[in-house]
Protein backbone atom coordinates (compact mmCIF):
# COMPACT_ATOMS: atom_id res chain seq x y z
CA UNK A 1 0.00 0.00 0.00
CA UNK A 2 1.21 3.53 -1.23
CA UNK A 3 1.84 5.61 1.74
CA UNK A 4 2.71 9.37 1.56
CA UNK A 5 3.78 11.83 4.55
CA UNK A 6 4.46 15.16 4.67
CA UNK A 7 6.51 16.47 7.63
CA UNK A 8 7.66 20.49 7.83
CA UNK A 9 4.91 22.74 8.07
CA UNK A 10 4.77 25.36 10.91
CA UNK A 11 4.32 29.03 11.91
CA UNK A 12 6.33 30.97 10.34
CA UNK A 13 6.47 35.26 9.73
CA UNK A 14 6.34 36.83 6.35
CA UNK A 15 9.49 36.28 4.25
CA UNK A 16 10.67 33.40 6.31
CA UNK A 17 11.19 29.93 4.74
CA UNK A 18 10.31 26.30 5.42
CA UNK A 19 11.13 23.35 3.81
CA UNK A 20 8.29 20.90 3.62
CA UNK A 21 9.21 16.87 3.07
CA UNK A 22 7.14 13.93 2.08
CA UNK A 23 8.35 10.80 2.50
CA UNK A 24 6.83 7.43 0.04
CA UNK A 25 7.19 4.13 0.83
CA UNK A 26 4.83 1.03 -0.70
CA UNK A 27 6.49 1.30 -4.53
CA UNK A 28 9.09 2.27 -6.55
CA UNK A 29 9.45 5.58 -5.86
CA UNK A 30 11.84 6.66 -8.56
CA UNK A 31 9.46 5.92 -11.38
CA UNK A 32 6.76 8.20 -10.50
CA UNK A 33 6.45 12.09 -10.80
CA UNK A 34 5.55 13.62 -7.63
CA UNK A 35 3.31 17.18 -7.09
CA UNK A 36 3.03 19.91 -4.62
CA UNK A 37 -0.48 21.12 -4.04
CA UNK A 38 -2.28 23.51 -1.23
CA UNK A 39 -5.64 24.37 -0.22
CA UNK A 40 -6.44 27.55 1.74
CA UNK A 41 -9.76 27.37 3.84
CA UNK A 42 -12.28 28.07 1.66
CA UNK A 43 -10.94 27.86 -1.45
CA UNK A 44 -9.99 24.77 -3.74
CA UNK A 45 -6.97 22.55 -3.82
CA UNK A 46 -4.40 23.88 -6.62
CA UNK A 47 -0.89 22.65 -7.67
CA UNK A 48 2.12 24.38 -6.51
CA UNK A 49 4.93 22.56 -8.00
CA UNK A 50 5.47 19.12 -9.75
CA UNK A 51 8.59 17.07 -10.56
CA UNK A 52 9.39 14.16 -12.75
CA UNK A 53 10.91 10.69 -11.94
CA UNK A 54 14.06 11.85 -11.97
CA UNK A 55 13.98 15.56 -11.34
CA UNK A 56 14.67 16.42 -15.13
CA UNK A 57 11.41 18.55 -15.29
CA UNK A 58 9.73 20.50 -12.75
CA UNK A 59 6.60 22.49 -12.93
CA UNK A 60 5.78 25.73 -10.50
CA UNK A 61 2.69 27.17 -10.60
CA UNK A 62 2.75 31.26 -11.48
CA UNK A 63 1.87 32.40 -7.70
CA UNK A 64 5.32 30.17 -6.49
CA UNK A 65 7.78 30.72 -9.37
CA UNK A 66 11.06 32.19 -8.05
CA UNK A 67 10.23 31.57 -4.67
CA UNK A 68 9.58 27.83 -4.28
CA UNK A 69 11.53 25.04 -5.34
CA UNK A 70 10.86 21.22 -5.64
CA UNK A 71 13.28 18.54 -5.58
CA UNK A 72 13.87 15.07 -4.79
CA UNK A 73 16.11 12.29 -3.53
CA UNK A 74 15.23 8.96 -4.72
CA UNK A 75 17.93 7.93 -2.44
CA UNK A 76 15.78 8.48 0.16
CA UNK A 77 12.19 8.18 -1.34
CA UNK A 78 11.60 11.64 -0.04
CA UNK A 79 10.32 14.86 -1.86
CA UNK A 80 11.16 17.94 -0.72
CA UNK A 81 9.34 21.89 -1.34
CA UNK A 82 11.79 24.65 0.17
CA UNK A 83 9.94 27.80 0.22
CA UNK A 84 11.46 31.06 1.01
CA UNK A 85 10.18 34.39 1.09
CA UNK A 86 7.02 33.23 2.35
CA UNK A 87 3.33 35.33 2.16
CA UNK A 88 0.56 35.25 4.44
CA UNK A 89 -1.29 33.91 0.89
CA UNK A 90 0.68 30.77 1.30
CA UNK A 91 -1.05 30.20 4.14
CA UNK A 92 -2.62 26.90 3.39
CA UNK A 93 -2.30 22.52 4.10
CA UNK A 94 0.21 21.62 1.85
CA UNK A 95 -0.08 18.07 0.44
CA UNK A 96 1.99 15.79 -1.28
CA UNK A 97 0.89 13.69 -4.40
CA UNK A 98 2.11 11.04 -6.54
CA UNK A 99 1.65 10.57 -10.14
CA UNK A 100 0.36 6.95 -12.05
CA UNK A 101 3.64 7.60 -14.47
CA UNK A 102 6.87 9.06 -14.83
CA UNK A 103 6.16 12.11 -16.22
CA UNK A 104 5.29 15.85 -14.84
CA UNK A 105 2.05 15.73 -13.14
CA UNK A 106 -0.06 18.57 -12.09
CA UNK A 107 -3.65 17.90 -13.20
CA UNK A 108 -5.47 16.04 -10.99
CA UNK A 109 -6.36 13.21 -13.19
CA UNK A 110 -2.38 12.45 -13.42
CA UNK A 111 -2.28 11.70 -9.49
CA UNK A 112 -3.77 9.04 -7.73
CA UNK A 113 -1.87 8.84 -4.06
CA UNK A 114 -2.71 11.74 -1.54
CA UNK A 115 -0.72 12.22 1.60
CA UNK A 116 -2.39 13.65 4.73
CA UNK A 117 -1.33 16.98 4.21
CA UNK A 118 0.64 19.30 6.50
CA UNK A 119 -0.43 23.07 7.98
CA UNK A 120 1.96 26.09 6.63
CA UNK A 121 0.77 29.17 8.23
CA UNK A 122 2.61 32.67 7.57
CA UNK A 123 1.61 35.56 9.87
CA UNK A 124 2.16 39.11 8.91
Do not use: H
Request: charged fraction near 15%.
Amino acid sequence: QVQLVESGGGLVQAGGSLRLSCAASGRTFSSYGMGWFRQAPGKEREVVAAITWNGGRTYYADSVKGRFTISRDNAKNTVYLQMNSLKPEDTAVYYCASAKDYGLAYNFYQLNYWGQGTQVTVSS
